[in-house]
């Protein structure tokens, strides 16, 4: 399956625009996740302390960060930066295994060896320049015509029916896995709709709906809390995104939540294949190395040369969504976890 860039800076292209917030005259910077004694820290690692972030300038164990650290005060290792604000985490922030199903944390581990936490995590830094918003599972009955020439698009991933510029939907892989989701012996597409009572045929690999745009979105709609509709989203996005962003990743001896979120979110926001800007364009202009934190730091410079560009997204919204990853891996959080703090701040940009 040839996978196309999803629309204009927005896998969801909600048809009212992400609001933007003035920010105040003197803003206060989000603290980075609290420094911990027992943690051995490498050179850019970010923390904070005391009100206050730092960064690693040495590698270190246990040594206490002050004001008078840094590489001009007797090799201190840690480098004191501007003042900062805990950010404020609510319960259901810090509950991460509890935005997803049991049976759908389980596909993901067995898929892709990661946790609850981990995904959590990379759904924040996507949902973050699609909807200025980290409420990732808010979207699982979305459904929109918006006028692209694909279709209707549909949930968190942005599946499509297909039009002139998406001969290739993946909306008919999606109510298929629903209709199995939902128990069918054997499912189908039109199964899958006629469970919210939907018409519906497939032209070629085209899926025509029966019955107009408003109604069926309506139907789709409803299903925001379906944990079949749910379950059957997450496996249409690991065949038709994770799996090849994954084995990308994997091909070049990199496994981190990090990598594997960055390789997806620029599949979904560019396209994994069939263009020079898509994925595996960027990927085939990278050059090649072993150590991940370098591959990735150009696999960043070159994704923010176009990303916005080409109706990918709007300056400097692209820039700030290639910097998210950008400066989770220079700060040594390649794993998403126990970072709750870092991913608040790293997505505490004003949308444009």
């Known amino acids: ?7 204009a800076g927005s ?32 050179v850019d690692n970010a923390i904070s302390y005391n009100g206050r972030n730092y960064t690693a300038v040495v590698r270190s ?18 480098l004191a930066g501007a003042a900062c604000k805990p950010p404020k985490l609510t319960a ?22 990661l946790d609850g936490e981990q995904w959590d995590n990379i759904m924040k ?3 973050k320049p699609e909807q200025d918003s980290l409420q990732w599972t808010q979207v699982y009955g979305y459904c929109e015509d918006i006028q692209d020439d694909r279709g209707v698009t549909i949930g968190f991933f942005g599946a499509t029916t297909g039009g002139p510029n998406d001969g290739d ?11 199995e989701a939902s128990g069918a012996e054997v499912p189908s597409v039109e199964g899958g709709l006629a469970r919210i009572g939907v018409s519906g045929t497939m032209v070629g690999p085209i899926l025509k709906i029966a019955g107009g745009t408003p109604a069926f979105c309506a139907s789709v709609s409803a299903l925001q809390g379906n944990e079949a509709w749910r379950e059957a989203m997450w496996r249409t996005f690991y065949d ?24 997806l979110d620029t599949a ?15 990927l085939s202009r990278v050059p090649t190395s072993t150590d991940e934190k370098a591959f990735m730091a150009s696999f960043h410079a070159e994704r923010a040369k176009v990303v916005n560009t080409q109706h990918f997204n709007k300056s400097p919204n692209g820039t700030n969504r290639v910097k998210q990853w950008s400066t989770l891996m220079i700060e040594g959080l390649s794993s998403l976890k126990n970072c709750d703090a870092d991913v608040v701040k790293a997505t505490s940009w004003t949308m444009k």
Request: with cysteine.
């Open 92 to 113: 259901d922030d810090l509950d991460h295994d509890g935005h997803f199903s049991p049976a759908t944390l389980q596909f993901l581990k067995d898929k892709t060896g």
């Open 1 to 7: 399956m040839t996978v196309t860039a999803l629309c």
């Open 240 to 263: 038709v995104y994770i799996q090849l962003s994954q084995r990308e990743a994997q091909s070049r001896g990199f496994s981190s939540a990090l990598t594997l979120g960055s390789f």
């Open 268 to 282: 979904l926001n560019q396209g994994a294949d069939g263009g020079k800007n898509s994925l595996m364009g960027l």
């Open 169 to 179: 939907p993946d909306a008919p892989l999606l109510f298929k896995n629903f209709d």
């Open 11 to 42: 896998v969801l292209c909600m048809s009212a625009n992400a609001s933007a917030q003035t920010p105040a005259a003197a803003k206060t910077e989000v603290c980075n996740s609290p420094w911990a004694a027992t943690t051995t820290y490498d």
């Open 61 to 78: 164990q246990g040594s206490v960060p002050a004001m008078s650290s840094g590489v001009g005060n007797g090799g201190q290792p840690w």
């Open 125 to 127: 830094l996507i949902n």
